[in-house]
């Protein structure tokens, strides 16, 4: 496992800087489909369409704000551990909700369960987002203050170019499981860019970053595989 994290890594050195900002918009990018879809899901779920809707994007945005507030300033060691713990939470919790709807059909359980948490996978899912963005913005500081708008402007295209993929290619062509198979794909692509930054990390955390990034490499194959299958 440190031979193949080894091997990303010296792979993305010579790119650390497109590699940083590539995975900062993926995970803006996969953030928003994961709004919309958690969103769409709570509709189908409650047999609702517009209220339901705009609550779940209300309550993933609060929450989406109240984890960049909460984040204070770190190492940069702490704020790649950080990104790569929100990438995990990120991917379960903007999944769990499709996979209820799925089988909420087939258990007995009262819809209310589901829903509730459903809207706690929402608030979750915006949460860590906010933490995960705000770590890329001290990353960012710390290499160059001044980059900090320009991160600020790759996170607003990737939350509009997540919104309208979503819209007109993600729910619509693929549907809610496949679409967030799909995500999640991208989500742990961004994941291993991240690699690029992996000498920031202290040698003593090395062995517990190396861990969230086969993780993320199983998410990412496991996906794929399952996207093309379903």
């Known amino acids: 496992m440190k031979q193949f994290v080894q091997y990303l890594e010296n792979m993305l050195q010579a790119h650390r800087r497109p590699a940083l900002w590539?995975?900062?918009?993926?995970?803006?990018?996969g953030s928003a489909v994961y709004g919309l879809l958690l969103a769409q899901t709570e509709a189908a779920l409650t047999h609702?369409?517009?209220?339901?809707?705009?609550?779940?994007?209300?309550l993933y945005a609060f929450f989406l704000g109240m984890g960049m507030v909460s984040s204070g300033q770190k190492t940069a060691c702490c704020d790649i551990r950080?990104?790569?713990?929100?990438?995990?939470?990120?991917?379960?919790?903007?999944?769990?909700?499709?996979?209820f709807l799925k089988i909420?059909?087939?258990?007995?359980?009262?819809?209310?369960i589901f829903i509730c948490?459903?809207?706690?996978?929402?608030?979750v899912a915006g949460y860590v987002s906010g933490k995960g963005f705000s770590a890329f913005i001290n990353i960012v500081r710390g290499q160059d203050e001044?980059?900090?708008?320009?991160?600020?402007?790759?996170?607003?295209c990737g939350i509009l170019s997540g919104m309208l993929c979503f819209a007109f290619f993600f729910f619509p062509r693929l549907g809610l499981l496949?679409?967030?198979?799909?995500?999640?794909?991208?989500t742990a692509g961004a994941s291993i860019l991240?690699?690029?930054?992996?000498?920031?990390v202290a040698p003593e955390k090395r062995a517990e970053t190396d861990g969230f990034v086969f993780l993320h490499f199983g998410i990412f194959i496991l996906s794929g595989v399952l996207f093309f299958l379903i």
């Open 178 to 186: 496949r679409a967030s198979l799909l995500a999640a794909f991208i």
């Open 104 to 112: 909420s059909a087939f258990w007995g359980i009262s819809r209310i």
């Open 48 to 58: 609702f369409v517009v209220l339901p809707f705009c609550f779940s994007i209300s």
């Open 194 to 200: 991240l690699t690029s930054q992996y000498h920031l």
């Open 82 to 99: 950080k990104i790569l713990t929100a990438f995990v939470i990120l991917v379960f919790s903007g999944s769990l909700p499709v996979i």
């Open 22 to 29: 590539s995975a900062a918009f993926l995970f803006v990018f």
């Open 117 to 123: 948490l459903s809207y706690l996978c929402i608030a």
């Open 146 to 156: 001044k980059d900090v708008p320009r991160l600020l402007g790759v996170g607003a």
